[in-house]
Nanobody
Framework: VQLQASGGGLVQPGGSLRLSCAAS?????????MGWYRQASGIQREMVAA???????NYADSVKGRFTISLDNAENTGYLQMNNLKPEDTAVYYC???????????????????WGQGTQVTVSS
């Protein structure tokens, strides 16, 4: 499975961006969970949001109420809608996917078998 993340860019505080993660290749139909992680300069990678095919979602406290994760199985694409962006949201964002349904593990990076390249999000005036 290959993951292609896109949609990053420069946005002013309070603005919005929508990140996409397109999955392709053999095994894509087996994907049952997708997560978004981010890594700011000098900071450890952190989970932002995760979703499973049944629709269960999980968010980091710092983005609750501002970010929405979704998974379109028909399009093999995951999305991260980010609203009311703040400068502290600045980071490289990575998408990840898993083929095993383990609800208790969706916040753990080691759970995800496939990772996309990062897309830079910069929030600045």
């Amino acid at each position: 499975v290959q993951l292609q993340a896109s949609g990053g860019g420069l946005v002013q505080p309070g603005g919005s961006l929508r990140l996409s993660c397109a999955a392709s290749g053999g095994g894509v139909s087996d994907i049952v969970a997708m997560g978004w992680y981010r890594q700011a300069s000098g900071i450890q990678r952190e989970m932002v949001a995760a979703v499973i095919v049944r629709g269960n979602t999980n968010y980091a406290d710092s983005v609750k109420g501002r970010f929405t994760i979704s998974l379109d199985n028909a399009e093999n694409t995951g999305y991260l809608q980010m609203n009311n962006l703040k400068p502290e949201d600045t980071a490289v964002y990575y998408c990840a996917a898993a083929s095993r349904l383990i609800l208790s593990s969706i916040r753990i990076s080691q759970y995800y078998e496939y990772w996309g390249q990062g897309t830079q999000v910069t929030v600045s005036s």
